[in-house]
């Protein structure tokens, strides 16, 4: 119980992925789908900024005219992790709206029971 | 520069040009320039890897290649060995014929004014899967996982159907699940052992165990690792995303899906076992008895599957299913011979599937656009290449010797040897699949070939699509009798692999 409240920004990132995996699975309606996986991959990006942090440190720039000393700076290896990841989850969302606009011109719903239902009936058209 | 610094350069030349390729084609213009340029590159490639695979292979080396100025800690890396050059080399071989043999159904399903964007995913495929083949780094095996995963998604709904966009919908969603998962893995990783180049995980991994530390974390880890990239390579039970991706693709699109993107997490797996975790580690936590478990079912319930469908994609996509258990099953024996036949298995099936897959588009067309197998009556003596083609490709699903199937399975039976206490279910799950296989491909192959008097007025089959499966048969014989090189070259490059 200690060690959670200790690192409680990991534990906090741990239940965040756990309702965006949920949701992402589960969820119905395919923008919430969506909005799961936006939970899931924004709490892994809570986890390794948490985890790149070291108290009473400063961003890793270095200004010109101080001396450059290890210890002053946070971990920027986790930073940059973020980043790339914002840009993966960016372009996945993008795509998966993308997906969702064009099946909902195409079948006027949302639900994916619905979706289903109406794509089986085509099918058998 | 050496010749060997040369050498060094293909792993990552080959990559950069297949992204190049990407980016040049939506200037071409229409889709058969596109395709032209394509195969040409897609051949550049391969002969690059066959030139990389002869010189890894006789020297029994394998490298690191640094990518930038940074060394190996901090900066990334690619890595070659037999292994990953022998896998390149099968994926441009059979993306290559793919195309080639399956281009006029290109031509006719995907959306026109499309069909270069087409060959551009089909660039970023091959960029991420020879990515995921070469890698060093974990976090660029996630990011190309994701590229992975967007191009091929678009390349399933190229055709622009309601149905398409809807196994779109399902192919995407399992795969970001199993992204997911990979994800929140390797951060965890990286909390625990501060490094993201596999070998030096590898290495604060191995200290970490001497001391005790971290077990619990370890197995979770693992778990969430091994388990998202197998989600992603469609193993039982998350196979039904595959068999609706499978059945509403153009031809050559569901050969590529199963004869490669498949196989390239699969690769990655292998990768993390033997690069990242060590195989003893994986053994003593269980994972490949999960991995045994979820094989075997998958080959048992993907054989039923494929035996109660009607329709020959969807029973092509079940078999596919099945045989992915199949490599799963090889694995999941824990031991070195285990995983040479799950290797070769890989190339085997590549080679089988994308040409049964092309086969089927062509006796598709020979019937006028049916897909019942009932309705595909005669269509070995419409299109005689592509009936032939199906009827091989069945014979080496099934495993009848002179066939590359024939020594995959040949091979896992004896890999049973070395693992007594999982042999008698393996041998008899093989034998029942075996049996299963047997029972749906060959009804399939007596209604293509059944004599029919009634005369269609049907497309006279490209000559692509002839010389194709044509050099799709040879490879398959060829492999089925000339197979100790190959199997030579996956043993090597295991062994390099776990060193």
Known sequence: MSNLMTNYYEAAAVILFGIGFMNLLLAKNLIKKFIGLNIMDTAVYLFLAAKGYITARAAPIIAQGTAARVEDYINPVPSGLVLTGIVVSVSVTAFSLALVQRLYKHYGSLDLDEIMKKAKKEEKV | ?499
């Open chain 2, 1 to 499: 520069m050496t010749a060997v610094n040369y050498i060094q350069n293909i792993p990552f030349f080959s990559i950069f040009l297949a992204i190049f390729g990407g980016i040049v084609t939506p200037v071409l213009g229409n889709g058969k320039t596109a395709q032209k340029v394509n195969l040409v590159i897609v051949t550049v490639i391969g002969i690059l890897s066959a030139v990389l695979l002869v010189h890894l292979w006789q020297r029994e080396e394998s490298f690191t290649f640094m990518m930038g100025r940074f060394p190996a800690p901090w900066g990334n890396e690619l890595r070659a060995g037999p292994l990953e050059a022998l896998l390149a080399l099968c994926f441009c071989l059979v993306m290559a014929l793919t195309l080639t043999g399956g281009s006029r159904f290109l031509q006719k399903d995907v959306l026109p004014g499309k069909q270069n964007l087409y060959f551009t995913m089909i660039y970023l495929l091959l960029g991420s899967m020879l990515t995921l083949i070469y890698t060093n780094d974990i976090f660029t095996a996630y990011v190309f996982l994701e590229i992975n995963t967007i191009a091929f998604c678009a390349i399933i709904m190229a055709k622009g159907s309601g149905e398409s966009i809807v196994a779109t919908l399902h192919y995407l969603v399992i795969c970001l699940l199993g992204s997911g998962l990979f994800l929140i893995g390797i951060s965890l990783l990286y909390s625990i052992t501060g490094h993201l180049l596999m070998e030096n995980i590898q290495q604060a991994i191995l200290d970490l165990v001497q001391t005790g530390e971290y077990a619990f974390v370890f197995a979770v880890v693992i778990g969430m690792i091994i388990i998202g990239i197998s989600v992603k390579s469609a193993v039982f039970p998350f196979h039904f995303m595959l068999v609706s991706a499978h059945s509403v693709a153009t031809p050559a699109s569901s050969g590529i899906l199963s004869g490669l993107v498949l196989k390239s997490f699969i690769f990655l797996n292998i990768k993390m076992f033997y690069c990242v975790f060590t195989i003893d580690l994986i053994r003593s936590l269980k994972i490949t008895n999960v991995l045994f478990v979820f094989g075997l079912m998958g080959m048992v319930v993907g054989s039923i599957s494929a035996l109660k469908e009607r329709r020959i994609k969807h029973m092509l996509a079940y078999s596919s299913a099945a045989q992915i258990g199949y490599i799963y099953m090889g694995l999941g024996l824990g031991n070195h011979e285990g995983m040479v036949a799950a290797c070769f298995h890989i190339l085997a099936h590549a080679i089988t599937k994308a040409m049964l897959c092309i086969c089927a588009g062509g006796l598709i067309e020979a019937s006028e656009g049916n897909v019942g197998i009932n309705s595909l009556r005669g269509a070995g003596h419409r299109n005689l290449v592509a009936g032939i083609g199906f009827t091989v490709g069945g014979l080496s699903m099934i495993g009848i010797p002179l066939t590359a199937g024939f020594i995959s399975k040949l091979y896992f039976a004896t890999a049973t040897i070395y693992s007594p206490q999982k042999m008698v279910i393996t041998l008899l799950t093989l034998a029942i699949s075996m049996i299963l296989n047997a029972m749906y491909f060959i009804p399939s192959a007596i209604a293509i070939w059944s004599p029919v008097d009634k005369k269609a007025k049907i497309p006279k089959p490209s000559r692509a699509m002839q010389y194709a499966i044509g050099i799709f048969i040879v490879l398959n014989v060829v492999l089925g009798i000339y197979y100790a090189p190959i199997i030579d070259m996956i043993e090597i490059g295991i062994q390099l692999l776990e060193s």
